[in-house]
């Protein structure tokens, strides 16, 4: 195999100890090297996987066939995969559709659909090879030409999928110079953006560096259909799963079922290796229900346990609680364009006046970690970590009495609990910490999908943020200028080239070195109060094997079995 | 009678035009498009889309006609009996429709058929001897389970018996088909409330009319007791008592909203949740129609079987 050049100075850094292990197995990874292969250049055992060309982990001796396993969580519709919005749609979707790469457990990523991935060295050319032997459901043979025609979908700005503010689909489309009705700039897909070499490779052209190909393909709305899909999914599904859809009943149940025979009658052979449930069979239960479901007996496994459940989790004889760090987060940010967040001396009394730690103490316990303000978390390999700021509230009020407000000021923070109560908690602790200063903060609590209508329009918001394994990913979606999920509306020059600058860069001390300027810029502009990084916490009962906590809550159940 | 009834068809009639017509002109806002593609997009998805892509999201939804087109294309389908699609859901409104309401309706069937006699009796035993122990023990276990709202008493009831003691599931979604174990806690949580409520009228009837003239003379004539209270006193002590009956049903309607959103039981209230949450307009006008239906017929109900046990009264 033809090692990516940067490769040897990847090597060199571990030797020499400018890299730890982890970040090791994570960059090789990132350029092309299989996790097992990379596992042991790092001189550790890889976890146990079925084999160096598989992305699963190895069968457990003694998994059991046969049996279904209930899960409960909100049955959700299953129409386009790639215009998704909620995990549960993925969820359902998973044993069904698959992904090219697959982000495990362990947040290491691992090629799927496709075989392996290249990228030239200045990052821009990335060349997948497709896997061969893979079945679709109606019995056709998966090709470069189905992978290229999925890409090409995903990239389109036309479809309103989340999949544009990915970096890697981002960089194959441009401007077209022209503005829409509401003066934001159109975008179209590049021309040659996405290539078919031959009927195994797939060759990217991308219109900037990309450091992020391999993750991107593994995000929750980028699960491959076939070219004949037509929404809504569940009417026609047709994928390279080891289950088919029977039933959908959204709001009330899911029930797939093991494929044995293609759509044209032949067997079907399942490339990933052996399966094991007969069934997976969703039932609805709404969030704060699904613990009482397990406790009952009416479901094995859920989607997510609540924080605020966990002592009742605890209570259930033989229940299995699994939990994993994650860089999901809470950003209460401010936009720095409207009054009187567009005086940097009111966001800094805010930010000053605020306790990060005493506020996720208060939601999480001992449970996940401290964040400080700037969005890149401690799990992310360029994470440079900046000192703690300490809370200040003479210094906070301080700061108001200079921009005018020697008699305090009213704001009003909007939360939408998107992911649950929790958030509400955060913000209303919030409101506690900066009364001290001066500041009298009022918490205006909307319902979830009403948030989503207004989440980048209200001044002061409480937005979450979900996992991305890399930390420039949500940098250059929430904070460049003019990127379209820009809520905060910040734009600083010195900022975007900045991170643009670490996006380029392979080396991970310089990179990491790169990012202090990142983080200082973002930190010292108090445009974030960002409390805390949760963690996750799922669900099952003593009878469920194989079924991991996730950090982005992606639910992998093609090697779960039931004893 | 038979005027009655025209009149309350007619004037049913026109309250579902007039709602119709307001939850149409409710929903079409430039609000409830966008809540409509944040629904289906997700919120970053909609901001990721241009102005002019969005535009045509909603052209191809078919969201973007005019108001009165839309209308009028909606009535026109719902007089040939064709009520829509769930844009939630993906099936058709009467099939959504007919499974909640049978659902609700094997609920409704079960708190009537316990409720009835359960309330009326106790009801008449505690105003037949006021002030008497029976009678303030029934009150006040009356007043106890009317004064808890409904949702705590869902929530004690699925910690002691779900829980706790583990004889039914703690929720109602009946996910391996129909069972009465799972339709115990939703049952227990209705019927505590309305039996209160049942009783507490029925006394205070009960107590009104055995202090009346005509009781007091009945006894004194030397009837037999029993009669006096099965002939005399109760056709006249269940007026109020039958006539808060039939708008229970109505009442039920919005009770069930609580109680089968609590329990995840697959029915009318929970539909009925579901679709204003989601803004599915057409589930939402078809629930509509099926609560103004409701309201009034159980108000026609009521009127008859006032006329029937209160001679003085006549409709006409």
């Known amino acids: 195999m033809n090692e990516h050049s940067l490769l040897p100075r990847l090597r060199d850094q571990l030797h020499s100890g400018r890299m730890d292990r982890r970040e090791f197995i994570r960059f090789a990874t990132l350029l092309g090297v299989a996790a097992g292969t990379a596992y042991a250049m790092a001189g550790m055992s890889a976890p146990a996987m079925a084999s160096s060309t598989l992305p699963f982990p190895a069968a457990e001796p003694g998994a059991k066939r046969g049996g279904k396993l209930r899960v409960g969580e909100m049955v959700a519709r299953m129409e386009d995969p790639a215009t998704y919005n909620w995990n549960e749609m993925a969820n359902q979707t998973r044993p069904i559709l698959e992904y090219l790469t697959l982000v495990g457990p362990d947040n290491v990523v691992r090629p799927m659909l496709i075989e392996s991935w290249k990228p030239s060295a200045d990052l821009k050319t990335w060349t997948l090879q497709v896997r061969s032997g893979v079945m679709w459901h109606n019995g056709e043979e998966l090709t470069a030409e189905h992978v290229a025609w999925n890409i090409r979908r995903w990239s389109d700005p036309a479809l309103g999928s989340s999949n544009l503010g990915l970096s890697t689909f981002a960089a194959l489309t441009e401007y077209t110079g022209d503005r829409d009705s509401k003066g934001r700039a159109v975008r179209r897909p590049l021309k040659n953006g996405v290539e078919v070499q031959d009927s195994r490779t797939v060759r990217l052209n991308l219109a900037k560096p990309v450091l992020s190909v391999a993750e991107d393909c593994g995000e929750f709305c980028t699960l491959v259909v076939h070219p004949s899909f037509k929404p809504p999914l569940s009417h026609n599904p047709i994928g390279t799963g080891p289950y088919t859809l029977v039933e959908l009943r959204v709001g009330d149940r899911c029930i797939l079922k093991r494929i044995t025979k293609t759509t044209d009658g032949r067997d079907f052979h399942y490339w990933g290796g052996d399966v094991f449930l007969d069934e997976i069979h969703f039932h609805h239960y709404e969030q704060e229900n699904q613990t009482a479901a397990l406790a009952s007996g009416s479901v094995d496994a859920i989607y997510e346990l609540p924080v605020e459940q966990i002592e009742l989790a605890r209570s259930i004889p033989g229940a299995q609680i699994l939990s994993v760090e994650t860089a999901q987060t809470l950003c209460c940010r401010m936009q720095v364009d409207v009054k009187p967040f567009n005086d940097i001396r009111v966001r800094r009394a805010v930010v000053k006046a605020a306790d990060n730690g005493a506020i996720k103490k208060l939601v999480f316990g001992e449970h996940g970690s401290v964040a400080a303000n700037f969005h890149v978390a401690p799990i992310h390999p360029e994470y440079f970590p900046l000192p703690l700021q300490v809370r200040d509230v003479a210094g906070a009020r301080q700061l108001l009495k200079e921009a005018g407000y020697e008699n305090g000021i009213d704001l009003n923070i909007v939360v939408g609990n998107n992911d649950g109560p929790w958030q509400q908690a955060a913000c209303e602790a919030l409101r506690d910490q900066v009364k001290e200063a001066g500041i009298n903060l009022a918490v205006t609590v909307v319902p979830a999908t009403k948030f989503w209508e207004i989440w980048t329009k209200v001044p002061f918001g409480a937005t979450s943020w979900a996992h991305r394994p890399l930390g420039t990913m949500a940098l250059s979606q929430a904070y460049r200028t003019g990127a379209s999920w820009n809520e905060s509306h910040f734009s600083d020059p010195e900022f975007d080239k900045a991170l643009s600058e670490a996006e380029a860069t392979i080396d991970v001390p310089t990179r990491k070195a790169r990012m202090q300027k990142v983080e200082t810029i973002l930190r010292d502009a108090a445009v974030v109060i960002q409390p805390m990084w949760r963690p996750v916490f799922i669900l099952a009962s003593a009878r469920v094997h194989g079924y991991k906590a996730h950090p982005a809550r992606q639910m992998q159940l093609t090697k779960v079995w039931m004893s | ?316």
């Open chain 2, 1 to 316: 009678m038979g005027n009655l009834i025209v009149r309350r068809v007619t004037q049913m009639l026109l309250i579902m035009l007039t709602v119709s017509l307001l939850l149409f002109a409710i929903f079409d806002s430039d609000q409830f498009r966008e809540k409509a593609a944040v629904a289906e997009l997700g919120g970053f998805g909609v901001a990721t889309l241009s102005a002019d892509d969005y535009h045509e999201w909603l052209e191809k939804k078919g969201l973007n006609e005019p108001f009165l087109a839309r209308y009028g294309r909606w009535l026109e389908s719902v007089l040939h009996g064709d009520m829509g699609q769930s844009i939630e859901k993906d099936i058709a409104v009467s099939v959504l429709l007919k499974e909640s309401l049978t659902n609700t309706g094997i609920l409704a069937f079960f708190v009537f058929w316990i409720m009835i006699p359960v309330s009326l009796t106790l009801g008449v035993l505690a105003g037949m001897n006021t002030g008497s122990p029976l009678d303030r023990v029934i009150s006040i276990v009356a007043v106890l389970t009317t004064s808890i709202p409904q949702i705590a008493t869902a929530v004690l009831l699925t910690v002691i018996l779900a829980l706790g003691l583990g004889w039914v599931p703690t929720k109602s979604a009946m996910a391996d088909g129909w069972s009465f174990r799972g339709l115990v806690l939703p049952l227990l949580t209705l019927l505590l409330y309305d039996i209160g409520y049942l009783v507490r009228m029925t006394r205070a009837a009960m107590t009104e009319v055995m202090a009346s003239q005509y009781i007091r003379t009945a006894v004194l004539k030397g009837l037999p007791y029993r009669r006096v209270i099965l002939r005399h006193a109760l056709r006249n002590a269940l007026i109020v008592p039958v006539t808060l009956i039939f708008l229970e049903l109505n009442g039920l309607l919005s009770q069930v909203v609580v109680v089968e959103v609590f329990f995840q039981y697959a029915g009318f209230g929970r539909m009925l949740f579901d679709a204003a949450n989601f803004g599915d307009l057409q589930v939402l006008q078809a629930a509509t129609l099926v609560a103004v239906c409701v309201a009034v017929g159980s108000q026609l109900l009521s009127d008859a079987a006032y006329v029937f046990l209160n001679p003085r009264v006549r409709f006409t």
